[in-house]
C-alpha cells in the first residue's frame, strides 16, 4: 500500500510534468477519438533549433526517453509538417502520453494523457489482405504503386493507404480543399443518374427514370414479420440529408423522397397473343390463381428442380441478410465459400449445374434462362419526386461554377518532374493536337468501359489489373418511355397503379412500368414501355428512334388495346476516392470524418 509520501511524491510528478509539458516548444495533441488504429498527430510549428526531434508514445512523467517509450511514431526533420500519421499496435495502452525527444534526447514536447478505445468497433475490425493465404483461395492485385496503382487494397474489405507514410467534390470540400475542378464529358452533372423530362420540367411530373429507377430501404422476407434493413442504401438517404441542409430554402434543390411500387397484382400477362373476353390480358393475380390462363406448355419437372436449386441459393435467407447489412462482406464470404465450399466465384450458373451437378444440357440451359439468378432489390423502395435528377441537381449550387462541362479526356499522364497528373482532351474530333491541364492530384471516376479507350502513357498496371479493366463485362440496356393523354391504365376495372408487373413475350419489349407518382391524377402519364437488355438491347437501341418508338408504340396498343398515345454504388465509388486521396495526403482526422459522416461501414480507418 502506498503511504502518504507516495501519493504526495506521485502527485508532485504529475503536476511537475504537466507544467514542463505546457512550457516544451513542441505541442502534440490529438484532436479525435482513439477509437480504430490509425490517427493525425497535430504538431505545432516549434522554433528551428528544436528539429529535427522524434515522437513517440508511452509513459507521462519521466523526462528520459529510455523509460518512457512504447514505440516510437516517426521523426520530424524540418519546419512545415503540421501532423503526422500515427499507426497504433495491438499492445497499445491507454493513459499514455506522445512525447517529442531531442536529437540528445532531451524531451521537447508532451501531450495530455490519452484515452484509446480498443473495444470499439473500429478497432477490433481487422484487415485480412487477400494475399492467397488460407482466408482466400486467390491472390488479389496488390494496390501499390508497384503494380501501377495505389487504390488502397480490396475496397470492400477496407481501406490501409497508411502503410508508408460530385460526391469526391462534396467529400474533400468538407475536409477543407478549395482548389478543386470537376472535368464532365457531358453537358450536365448525374452520370448514370438521368430522367428524361417528355414535357415541361420537374413540377409538370411527365418523366421517366432512363437510368436506375429506385432506392431500396429494406427486406421483409415472405411469411414473416421480420425487416432488414438495406445498409448499403442509407448512404444516399443520408447524402440527400447532406444535400437539403446546404440548399436549405432552396424548393428548387430540394431532394423529397416518395415511395416506388414495384410490384402490382393488377399488372398483366400478355403471353401467346392470349386475352380475356374482357379484351385484356390476365392480371398476375388471376394467372396465381389459375395456371391455365397462361397457355404455356407446362415446365419439366426437373427444370422445376433446378428453378428451386437456384432460387435456393441465390434468395438464401441468410445470404440476403448478409448483404442487406453488408453488400461488400457478404460478396466476398460468397466468392470465397459460396455453393457449399466450392467458392463462388469460381463457377458459372452453367458450369456449376451442368458439370458439377449433372444436369442435363437442355435442362441446365431452360433452368437458367428463367432469370431465377437475378436478384432482387428490396420490399421498402422509394423514388424521387419530380425525378431521381433531382439529386445531382442538388449540388448546382456549390460545384456548378467549378464544374467544365463537354471536356471528354483521352489520356492521363503522371509527370515525375513535378509529381503532377496531366489530363488531355480534344476540343473537337479533328483536332491533330491535345489540349492538356495539370493537377495535383486526380479522382477518375469513369467506367471501365470507357478507361479503355483511355491512353496512359509511362504507366505499366498490373496485368491482372489491366486484365481486369479490358475484360470488364458490360451489357446494353434500352428504355423507351411513351407519353399518354390519359393514365388509362388506372382507370380498369382492376386498376393499375405503379409498378413493374405488367409482362409479355413480345420480342424486344421486356419490363412495363407505370409512374409511382401522382397516382389517380388527370391529364396525361408517361409509362416505361420498354426496358430491355442484351442482345435486343443492342438490337434496338441500333434502330432510328422513330423506328423503335412506333414498333414499342404498337406493342403497348396490342397489350392495353389502347389507341393513344435500377446507389448506391456510384456514391460509394466517389466516397472510396476521397478516402484514398485523403488517406495519401495524411489528413486521417478528414478522413474519419468523411466515413462517419456518411455511414461508410465498408471502410475501416
Known amino acids: 500500500m502506498l503511504d502518504f509520501f507516495d501519493i504526495f511524491a506521485l502527485g508532485l510528478v504529475a503536476i511537475l510534468g504537466l507544467t514542463t509539458a505546457t512550457e516544451l516548444p513542441v505541442k502534440l495533441e490529438v484532436r479525435t477519438a482513439l477509437n480504430s488504429r490509425s490517427a493525425n498527430i497535430h504538431l505545432s510549428q516549434p522554433p528551428e533549433s528544436v528539429y529535427p526531434f522524434t515522437v513517440t508514445y508511452g509513459g507521462c512523467h519521466s523526462s528520459a526517453e529510455v523509460y518512457e517509450r512504447h514505440h516510437n511514431i516517426s521523426s520530424v526533420h524540418r519546419q512545415g509538417a503540421d501532423r503526422l500519421i500515427w499507426l497504433l499496435p495491438d499492445d497499445i495502452e491507454s493513459h499514455g502520453c506522445l512525447s517529442a525527444w531531442s536529437l540528445n534526447e532531451e524531451l521537447v514536447g508532451r501531450s495530455e494523457a490519452l484515452m484509446i478505445n480498443k473495444g470499439s468497433r473500429q478497432w477490433k475490425k481487422k484487415r485480412h489482405l487477400d494475399k492467397g493465404t ?42 477543407g480543399f478549395q482548389n478543386l475542378e470537376i472535368v464532365e464529358a457531358g453537358q450536365r452533372l448525374g452520370g448514370r443518374v438521368h430522367t428524361a423530362y417528355l414535357e415541361g420540367g420537374p413540377s409538370d411530373y411527365q418523366y421517366q427514370e432512363m437510368g436506375p429507377m429506385r432506392f431500396p430501404e429494406s427486406i421483409q422476407y415472405t411469411g414473416s414479420n421480420e425487416t432488414i434493413p438495406v445498409n448499403d442504401m442509407k448512404l444516399t438517404f443520408q447524402l440527400a440529408d447532406v444535400m437539403n441542409q446546404l440548399n436549405e430554402g432552396n424548393p428548387n434543390s430540394t431532394v423529397k423522397f416518395i415511395p416506388w411500387i414495384q410490384e402490382n397484382p393488377n399488372g398483366l400477362y400478355y403471353f401467346n397473343g392470349f386475352k380475356q373476353a374482357n379484351g385484356l390480358p390476365p392480371t398476375v393475380t388471376e394467372i396465381d390463381d389459375n395456371q391455365s390462363l397462361t397457355g404455356e406448355i407446362p415446365v419439366d419437372p426437373q427444370v422445376g428442380n433446378i428453378t428451386d436449386l437456384i432460387a435456393g441459393i441465390g434468395c438464401n435467407p441468410n445470404t440476403t441478410a448478409a448483404a442487406a447489412k453488408n453488400v ?48 432482387g432489390g428490396g420490399d421498402s423502395l422509394w423514388d424521387l419526386m419530380s425525378g431521381l435528377n433531382q439529386l445531382p441537381n442538388a449540388f448546382y449550387p456549390h460545384v456548378g461554377h467549378i464544374t467544365t462541362m463537354g471536356r471528354s479526356i483521352e489520356r492521363a499522364e503522371f509527370l515525375p518532374a513535378s509529381k503532377q497528373v496531366q489530363l488531355s482532351w480534344k476540343n473537337s474530333y479533328t483536332d491533330t493536337t491535345f489540349q492538356t491541364q495539370n493537377y495535383d492530384y486526380a479522382i477518375i471516376a469513369v467506367p471501365f468501359s470507357k478507361i479503355r479507350s483511355w491512353r496512359f502513357p509511362n504507366t505499366q498496371f498490373n496485368p491482372t489489373l489491366k486484365n481486369a479493366i479490358t475484360a470488364m463485362p458490360y451489357t446494353t440496356v434500352c428504355k423507351v418511355a411513351l407519353q399518354f393523354s390519359t393514365r388509362f391504365w388506372e382507370h380498369y376495372p382492376l386498376p393499375i397503379f405503379g409498378g413493374c408487373s405488367t409482362t409479355t413475350d413480345i420480342p424486344g419489349i421486356g419490363s412495363i412500368c407505370y409512374p409511382s407518382y401522382k397516382l389517380n391524377s388527370t391529364g396525361p402519364g408517361v409509362m416505361l414501355a420498354s426496358y430491355t437488355g442484351g442482345d435486343f438491347g443492342i438490337r434496338f437501341a441500333s434502330l432510328p428512334e422513330l423506328e423503335h418508338v412506333q414498333y414499342v408504340l404498337n406493342a403497348m396498343i396490342e397489350i392495353h388495346g389502347y389507341t393513344q398515345a435500377w446507389i448506391s454504388s456510384a456514391l460509394e465509388s466517389g466516397i472510396r476516392g476521397s ?14 470524418a468523411i466515413t462517419e459522416k456518411f455511414m461508410a461501414r465498408w471502410i475501416s480507418i
Open 579 to 592: 478516402v484514398q486521396l485523403l488517406l495519401e495526403l495524411g489528413l486521417v482526422d478528414e478522413t474519419k
Open 328 to 375: 461488400f462482406t457478404a460478396f466476398k464470404a460468397f466468392t470465397e465459400n459460396g455453393l457449399n465450399g466450392l467458392g463462388g466465384e469460381d463457377w458459372s450458373e452453367f458450369a456449376y449445374l451442368h458439370n458439377y451437378l449433372g444436369y442435363s444440357l437442355n435442362d441446365t440451359d431452360q433452368a437458367i434462362n428463367t432469370g431465377a439468378f437475378a436478384g
Open 134 to 175: 488460407k482466408l482466400s483461395k486467390r491472390a488479389s492485385i496488390p494496390m501499390t504503386i508497384a503494380s501501377g496503382i495505389d487504390a488502397g487494397g480490396p475496397w470492400f474489405d477496407g481501406v490501409e493507404a497508411l502503410k508508408e507514410a460530385e460526391i469526391n467534390t462534396l467529400c474533400l470540400n468538407i475536409s
